[in-house]
């Protein structure tokens, strides 16, 4: 424990800084909810002359550093509001006004429903804000609402910022699902309950260093006293129909604010892979070549349940509980592969077949209770997190495999089954503060992780109908870690600039042991997490920023297990005890005319980056996929983006990037050579949203991309994907129709190839994005308040895989 008693000293060491002339106060509505972004601006009291002007935190604290003496009042206005105006005040050396109330503006409210208000854009100095709330795009679904915000890319259902994988938040707090179960869960969150996305390329000290930039959807405070709720169904048709229905109820009170939603999901997915392999012999010429064809349905049923409780317990102290389950019965997959074996002439040698059989269970519940307290009139906050998440999945694995002379004569056969099983807890710790030092912005907190999870697989021979177990092939494998993180981070505006810094701590003691394999793993270790940020406005219209940021990946705990999850005997996936966690340096540079048109250069790299890479075995003609480390991946890029309303009834948002993506690996031969990588990209993103009237909107997106690079693999051919949705409302807005069409023209494919030394093989993959979908949502009760809507979860959670994941 010295190691997290000594980083908690260091980062809690903190000198104050000197006194200077400043104002702060909040920005509230008439029901004391705070009004976050909204404009604000010093005034001389004496003419009502210009002085500065400021944006409100999302805690619609505001804040004027450095102001000479004088006398001073303030106006702030937001949309949906009348312009509010303080009292004037004498400044001497700081002051803390009252409170400023805005009081809607019933009228401009009913216009923003019928005319739409445009959404904007912020560029604040750690994140860009993507400002939704009662505009144009916010009538579809947040999902919808993520694919249109600038600077975010959808890569074959994953979200992407800058080329890497972004991290979901909802309201400052993780989700953790899989890439579908997350678009499922955000296309069931309607868009009018959303405030903003905030686009944070390189997250500050407030955050867990794990993990890439974030995208934190901020949703829209409850304003008024009452009840509300919906009831929504999907049919969607691609290769086979997937089925969704669920209802979501709202309730509030002066005293709480309650929100319960279920969801029944009901789906039959189709994969199709097509592979080459082509193994050599010692002296480099062919030996044998593989064609595969790979295909699995799976059939899967789920329900989920998300309650929120929030307590005012005094207008100085909030209370919130959260519960999220996620119940998978089943989640069956039925896989049939045929590999087909050339000989170096070309003729067809022998083939074989394989039929594999995946049932899967799966429970992931989430609770979560956090406390909130003002403290004083200064707009200082103290709160405290606490989490406790228990994940468990269950899966049973059958394959049997024939192997067929070119004559068509049976060889050989061979069946066994697999038994794995996961079981995870996870409980985390967490206590923040927010103030001020003087005219300085000032936060610091403390966080504990502590994470058990416990994997088995039994194997068994099940050849002749006969079920032997094979104690060489199974596999016990227990995994602990904790995490001791502590940070703190300063901010303070000038006239024309503005800087943040920030240092976050994080001590690391995990342990993992595959008792069968007799293979312990120990990692221990402390690293620091420095972030920075600098921005200057020199004129109006015009910003330039700065910033840099070391981030940490850390192992998921099933790339750790050793254990295989098979396709067929010759062709399976294995986990690796000793992959290191990766080390990340990231910088950007940014300049932004208009908050409409933004030119990003970036650079990062990762040492030690982790990615599963494929080796082929041409002695034994097996192809293995392993969880490993790279020595390093690096990216360089320019990143455009335009956003505005060409007219009143098109918004158009464009984005493009031009980038270098390197990489270097070790080759897993034995010969321990140094393989290198590297590419020269270009991606293009439109998204054109076109308001035919009133009740009908359309919305249209292109997606170009040349190339990219995964690990050892490389995309071999462009891929492109135009999506079109529709959106017709009834009844005043409560009943909703979505029509959406994706991938129109079926090209969005994922062809891969991996080719160096004596390993050459590709992989194409044939998901099924091409998809009809007929959505329905019906509103009811006074369903145009806003609500609590959001999804709690915690970082660590980020980091359960799922068993067999492919």
Same mark, same amino acid.
């Given at each position: ?39 604000? &601006? ?15 935190? %999302? ?40 409170? &400023? ?25 750690? #994140? ?52 579908? %179960? ?23 000290? #407030? ?47 002066? !005293? ?48 989920? &349940? ?14 919130? +509980? ?34 594999? #059989? ?8 989430? +609770? ?16 405290? @997190? ?49 103030? @001020? ?27 002749? @109908? ?136 970036? !650079? ?46 098109? !918004? ?40 035919? =009237? ?8 292109? @997606?170009?991309?040349? =190339? ?33 069409? %994706? ?11 991996s080719r160096y030394l004596n390993q050459n093989n590709t992989f194409f993959a044939m998901p099924e994005f091409q998809k009809i979908r007929v959505g329905l949502r ?18 660590? %959670? ?9």
């Amino acid at each position: 424990m010295k190691h997290p008693i000594l980083l908690s000293v260091l980062l809690f060491s903190f000198v104050s800084v000197a006194q200077t002339g400043s104002i702060t106060g909040k920005i509230v509505d008439t029901n004391k909810q705070e009004v976050s972004y909204a404009n604000v &601006l010093l005034l001389k009291a004496a003419d009502s002359t210009f002085v500065k002007g400021a944006v409100s935190e %999302e805690n619609g604290a505001i804040l004027f550093a450095e102001i000479p003496s004088g006398r001073y009042l303030i106006k702030a206005s937001f949309v949906g509001f009348k312009d509010g105006y303080s009292s004037s005040f004498e400044l001497k050396d700081e002051i803390r006004i009252s409170d &400023l109330i805005l009081q809607e503006n019933s009228e401009a409210l009913e216009a923003v429903t019928v005319n739409y208000r445009k959404p904007t854009i912020v560029r604040g100095i750690d #994140r860009m804000v993507f400002n939704v709330e009662n505009t144009a795009i916010s009538s579809g679904t947040t999902y919808d609402i993520l694919q249109r915000t600038p600077g975010v890319v959808v890569n074959q259902g994953q979200l992407l910022v800058k080329n890497r994988p972004a991290q979901v938040y909802i309201n400052d707090r993780k989700v953790y699902l899989t890439n579908e %179960e997350l678009q499922q869960l955000l296309e069931g969150f309607a868009g009018v309950n959303i405030k903003s996305v905030e686009v944070i390329t390189n997250p500050p000290a #407030r955050y867990d260093a794990e993990g890439g930039a974030i995208l934190n959807i901020v949703t829209s405070k409850n304003l008024s006293i009452g009840y509300k709720g919906s009831i929504n169904a999907s049919n969607t048709v691609g290769i086979k129909p997937k089925y969704n229905a669920g209802t979501s109820q709202y309730y509030k009170t002066d !005293w709480l604010n309650a929100f319960a939603s279920y969801n029944f999901n009901s789906r039959f997915d189709v994969k199709t892979d097509e592979g080459f392999v082509q193994f050599y012999n010692p002296n480099g010429s062919e030996k044998a070549t593989w064609e595969d064809l790979f295909q699995r349905e799976t059939r899967t049923i789920s329900h989920s &349940l998300n309650t929120i409780l929030d307590f005012t317990l005094s207008e100085t102290e909030l209370l919130s +509980f959260t519960a999220n389950i996620l119940h998978t019965p089943k989640a069956n997959s039925d896989i049939s592969g045929r590999t087909e074996t050339y000989n170096p002439q070309g003729q067809l040698d022998s083939l074989y077949t394989t039929q594999s #059989r995946l049932e899967n269970q799966r429970d992931n519940l989430l +609770f979560n209770l956090n406390y909130e307290k003002q403290l004083g009139e200064n707009g200082a906050t103290l709160s405290a @997190n606490a989490n406790y998440i228990d994940y468990t999945d269950d899966q049973m694995q059958a394959v049997a495999t024939r192997y067929v002379s070119a004559q068509g004569n049976l060889s050989n056969s061979n069946a066994f089954n697999t038994i794995p099983t996961q079981k995870s807890q996870i409980y985390t710790g967490q206590l923040d503060y927010l103030g @001020n030092l003087g005219s300085w912005a000032f936060e610091a907190g403390a966080k504990y992780s502590g994470i058990n999870s416990e994997s088995r697989q039994e194997f068994f021979n099940t050849a002749g @109908n006969v079920s032997d177990a094979d104690a060489i092939l199974n596999d016990h494998f227990d995994y602990t870690e904790a995490i001791y993180a502590s940070y703190f981070s300063v901010a303070k505006d000038w006239e024309k600039w503005s800087f943040k810094a920030g240092l976050r701590g994080e001590y690391t003691d995990a342990n993992g042991n595959s008792r069968t394999l007799g293979v312990v793993n120990t990692q221990e270790y402390l690293e620091l997490f420095p972030t920075v940020y600098l921005m200057h406005n020199p004129f109006d219209n015009h910003s330039f920023g700065i910033d840099y940021s070391r981030r940490i990946d850390r192992p998921r705990f099933q790339s750790l297990n050793p254990f295989r999850y098979f396709l067929n005997e010759n062709n399976f996936q294995e986990g690796n005890p000793n992959i290191q966690p990766a080390i990340a340096n990231r910088v950007n540079f940014n300049y932004t005319y208009k908050n409409k048109l933004s030119f990003d250069l970036y !650079w990062d790299r990762i040492d030690n980056a982790m990615s599963r890479l494929p080796f082929q075995d041409n002695e034994n003609l097996t192809l293995r996929s392993v969880n490993t480390n790279l020595n390093y991946e690096q990216q360089y890029s320019l990143d455009v983006s335009y956003s505005e309303f060409v007219n009143n009834w098109m !918004w158009m948002s464009i984005y493009a990037s031009f980038f270098n993506m390197q990489n270097e690996f070790t080759s897993l031969d034995g010969n321990q050579s140094k393989i290198e990588n590297e590419i020269n990209g270009f991606f293009f993103q439109s998204v054109n949203y076109l308001i035919i =009237n009133s009740t009908l909107n359309v919305t249209i997106s292109n @997606n170009f991309t040349t =190339n990219y690079l995964v690990g050892s693999y490389e995309y071999d051919r462009p891929q492109y994907r135009l999506n079109v949705d529709i959106q017709k409302r009834f009844l005043d807005g409560r009943l909703i129709l979505n029509l959406s069409s %994706e991938d129109v023209f079926n090209t969005m494919k994922t062809p891969l190839k991996s080719r160096y030394l004596n390993q050459n093989n590709t992989f194409f993959a044939m998901p099924e994005f091409q998809k009809i979908r007929v959505g329905l949502r019906y509103n009811f009760g006074n369903f145009k308040l806003s609500d609590n809507n959001r999804e709690t979860s915690v970082d660590e %959670e980020s980091r359960l895989q799922e068993l067999g994941a492919n």
